[in-house]
């Protein structure tokens, strides 16, 4: 009776046992190992286990075991829960689900991600420094101030990072608007003091134009991660204003060229150009219908991306239909360029595509950029032909970047550039054996 006693208590706690050696994860993609009280994934496990500081699960052959850690009283409380596998294969998908939604959404997915995030802001506000280094340089004409500004920012800027509640939508902003910040803040420079007479002058403008510039960097960095920061604020939506918002500035310059014509002077220009662009924030979401457009926020993002092609294209037009004059010029810069703005959100809209396949899209795209410099010095060609060839090269890169990462896709496609052939190819000179030197292999699989 004993024995058969023992033999029955080591069958129930054995999967107990062998659960300590094989941890697994909460997804089925094997990312979140934990989940902390505070993570955005414990709503998931919430009505079985109500009150948790952290949560590891366990596979013990035919249920899985959840470790259940808890604060009580100083101390930390550890129990158990069992599931069966399939109870807990339907919290696994609803955990992947809620991953995909965070993701396209721009929340940060782990810990992991976090630290990525906090890094990455580090390094794309520190990207500036250069800038406002120089500025600062400029304004107390010492060289040592530059190094003193620039290496100071990475300390500032790694700082800023721990403190600040990051997401993949904020980080963004943040980069975008300060680049867009500094674009304004030229623009807003030029507008006032844009027109020197003499050399004196000139060099007050100078500084003037910079320390705007730099000032509008920052400024428009802060504004636009607390805007994006926002519970109300819907991501796709307000990164499609930002990004309306820094194209602006063309189309506000393009509208200028069309009412002016060849009077139209730089102080004239750069005004229509500022002020179209800050004024955006507020007519681009009416105007455009922003906030119906079903887009993730890694569509939104690609709408922003569609848009190097594009004005690659409207240059090598512009240049085919010998466009010149301010008509010219202004066309292309305001027609055109809201033209793509449109016709970027049109082909991107319901894609619902996530942060993997926008970084893809962006590194095929610059890929694609490089490519067409190949192939345009290999080739010698005309400066005509220039522009089409790496808008052409451009537009394969941008193409195979949104095709990539996709599940709901039945093909996809593959694309490896090598540049570096063009040049080998050149340096080997004519020869009577075939030496093959590729620039880039492209797959299309269905």
Same mark, same amino acid.
């Given at each position: 009776?004993?024995?058969?006693?023992?033999?029955?208590?080591?069958?129930?706690?054995?999967?107990?046992?062998?659960?300590?050696?094989?941890?697994?994860?909460?997804?089925?993609?094997?990312?979140?190992?934990?989940?902390?009280?505070?993570?955005?994934?414990?709503?998931?496990?919430?009505?079985?286990?109500?009150?948790?500081?952290?949560?590891?699960?366990?596979?013990?052959?035919?249920?899985?075991?959840?470790?259940?850690?808890?604060?009580?009283?100083?101390?930390?409380?550890?129990?158990?829960?069992?599931?069966?596998?399939?109870?807990?294969?339907?919290?696994?998908?609803?955990?992947?689900?809620?991953?995909?939604?965070?993701?396209?959404?721009?929340?940060?997915?782990?810990?992991?991600?976090?630290?990525?995030?906090?890094?990455?802001?580090?390094?794309?506000?520190?990207?500036?420094?250069?800038?406002?280094?120089?500025?600062?340089?400029?304004?107390?004409?010492?060289?040592?101030?530059?190094?003193?500004?620039?290496?100071?920012?990475?300390?500032?800027?790694?700082?800023?990072?721990?403190?600040?509640?990051?997401?993949?939508?904020?980080?963004?902003?943040?980069?975008?608007?300060?680049?867009?910040?500094?674009?304004?803040?030229?623009?807003?420079?030029?507008?006032?003091?844009?027109?020197?007479?003499?050399?004196?002058?000139?060099?007050?403008?100078?500084?003037?134009?910079?320390?705007?510039?730099?000032?509008?960097?920052?400024?428009?960095?802060?504004?636009?991660?607390?805007?994006?920061?926002?519970?109300?604020?819907?991501?796709? $939506?307000?990164? +499609? %204003?930002?990004?309306?918002?820094?194209? !602006?500035? #063309?189309?506000?310059? =393009? *509208? &200028?060229?069309?009412?002016?014509?060849?009077?139209?002077?730089?102080?004239?220009?750069?005004?229509?150009?500022?002020?179209?662009?800050?004024?955006?924030?507020?007519?681009?979401?009416?105007?455009?219908?922003?906030?119906?457009?079903?887009?993730?926020?890694?569509?939104?993002?690609?709408?922003?991306?569609?848009?190097?092609?594009?004005?690659?294209?409207?240059?090598?037009?512009?240049? $085919?239909?010998? +466009? %010149?004059?301010?008509?010219?010029?202004? !066309?292309? #810069?305001?027609?055109? =360029? *809201? &033209?793509?703005?449109?016709?970027?959100?049109?082909?991107?809209?319901?894609?619902?595509?996530?942060?993997?396949?926008?970084?893809?899209?962006?590194?095929?795209?610059?890929?694609?950029?490089?490519?067409?410099?190949?192939?345009?010095?290999?080739?010698?060609?005309?400066?005509?032909?220039?522009?089409?060839?790496?808008?052409?090269?451009?537009?394969?890169?941008?193409?195979?970047?949104?095709?990539?990462?996709?599940?709901?896709?039945?093909?996809?496609?593959?694309?490896?550039?090598?540049?570096?052939?063009?040049?080998?190819?050149?340096?080997?000179?004519?020869?009577?054996?075939?030496?093959?030197?590729?620039?880039?292999?492209?797959?299309?699989?269905?």
């Amino acid at each position: 009776m004993f024995i058969s006693g023992f033999v029955v208590l080591f069958l129930n706690i054995h999967p107990l046992l062998q659960a300590q050696d094989r941890q697994i994860s909460f997804d089925t993609k094997g990312k979140i190992l934990e989940i902390l009280k505070d993570s955005p994934y414990a709503q998931v496990w919430r009505t079985e286990i109500p009150q948790f500081n952290r949560l590891l699960a366990f596979d013990a052959d035919s249920v899985v075991v959840i470790e259940v850690y808890l604060q009580r009283d100083g101390a930390t409380v550890r129990s158990r829960e069992i599931f069966s596998r399939s109870f807990f294969a339907i919290k696994q998908n609803t955990l992947d689900s809620l991953e995909n939604f965070m993701s396209r959404q721009g929340v940060p997915l782990a810990n992991e991600e976090l630290e990525n995030l906090r890094t990455t802001f580090t390094y794309d506000q520190t990207g500036f420094s250069a800038v406002h280094g120089f500025t600062i340089a400029t304004l107390l004409e010492s060289g040592s101030a530059f190094f003193i500004v620039s290496g100071g920012s990475y300390f500032l800027a790694s700082s800023l990072s721990d403190r600040l509640a990051l997401t993949r939508a904020n980080v963004e902003a943040a980069r975008y608007g300060h680049l867009s910040g500094l674009l304004q803040g030229y623009a807003l420079g030029l507008t006032f003091f844009g027109e020197a007479g003499d050399i004196n002058s000139v060099e007050t403008s100078i500084k003037a134009v910079l320390a705007i510039s730099s000032l509008g960097g920052i400024t428009n960095a802060v504004v636009s991660y607390n805007m994006m920061s926002r519970a109300d604020v819907n991501p796709a $939506t307000q990164y +499609l %204003r930002l990004v309306a918002e820094r194209h !602006s500035l #063309l189309w506000g310059a =393009g *509208i &200028s060229l069309l009412v002016g014509g060849e009077a139209t002077k730089t102080r004239a220009l750069m005004g229509a150009s500022i002020t179209t662009s800050l004024s955006s924030l507020l007519w681009s979401e009416p105007l455009f219908g922003l906030a119906n457009r079903k887009m993730s926020w890694g569509d939104a993002l690609l709408v922003d991306e569609f848009l190097t092609p594009w004005y690659l294209t409207l240059v090598a037009a512009g240049t $085919t239909l010998n +466009l %010149r004059g301010a008509s010219g010029v202004g !066309s292309v #810069l305001a027609v055109g =360029g *809201i &033209s793509g703005y449109l016709l970027g959100m049109q082909v991107n809209e319901g894609g619902n595509r996530d942060i993997s396949t926008v970084r893809r899209t962006r590194l095929l795209t610059y890929g694609g950029s490089i490519l067409g410099l190949g192939v345009i010095l290999g080739t010698k060609a005309s400066s005509e032909a220039s522009w089409w060839i790496v808008a052409g090269t451009t537009w394969l890169g941008y193409i195979a970047g949104m095709r990539s990462g996709g599940s709901s896709h039945a093909s996809s496609w593959d694309l490896q550039i090598m540049p570096e052939g063009v040049l080998l190819g050149s340096l080997s000179g004519p020869s009577q054996i075939p030496r093959p030197a590729p620039v880039a292999q492209f797959t299309l699989r269905f």
